[in-house]
């Protein structure tokens, strides 16, 4: 994305950025957190540093969820049994000013769905892992266990095996 640091928004991020306990890197940000981002500024104007970890919450619980939706249907379509898996939402913990976002333990810290469905992809694979004792999903050419990966900005399963990808759900 080629951007311009002048304009009004790239101004107020730059505010967002220099606030530590937002944790926001635009080095880091996706395309769709950016475009995220910009829609709420083009809603809400340029929101003050202390009332953006809410919008924050309300994001990252967003992208968990839909993410999660995904991954979990296509886990209980294929292992044929129901999984009780739901994200954990936090407003206020110890140790983040931006609240919490959990899968079976594992913290969604990002704001881009590609990069949460990374996440929960893990949180789901271990909870099937503990609570159904296999490996899911595994590679149809290899019977290996599959790792979620960010390749090209897409949420994708990889095959160690096989050095390949697969789409994620």
Do not use: I
């Not at 304009?7 to 080095?27: I, M, N, S």
């Not at 893990?122 to 390749?151: I, K, M, N, S, Y």
């Amino acid at each position: 994305m080629t951007t311009s640091g002048n304009d009004p928004f790239h101004t107020w991020l730059a505010v967002l950025a220099g606030e530590p306990e937002l944790g926001l890197d635009p080095a880091w940000l996706s395309d769709e957190a950016l475009a995220w981002l910009r829609a709420v500024r083009d809603a809400h104007g340029e929101v003050a540093p202390p009332y953006v970890p809410e919008l924050m919450l309300e994001r990252r619980a967003a992208v968990a969820e839909t993410a999660l939706a995904a991954l979990r249907a296509a886990a209980e379509r294929d292992l044929g049994s129901p999984l009780d898996l739901r994200p954990e939402v936090e407003a206020e913990c110890d140790y983040d000013t931006t609240g919490s976002v959990a899968v079976f333990g594992e913290q969604v810290r990002a704001l881009g769905p590609e990069e949460a469905k990374v996440t929960v992809a893990d949180a789901v694979q271990t909870f099937v892992a503990h609570v159904h004792r296999t490996v899911w999903p595994t590679c149809p050419d290899h019977r290996t266990g599959l790792h979620p990966e960010l390749t090209e900005r897409r949420a994708v399963w990889h095959c160690r095996a096989g050095g390949h990808d697969l789409p994620m759900p």
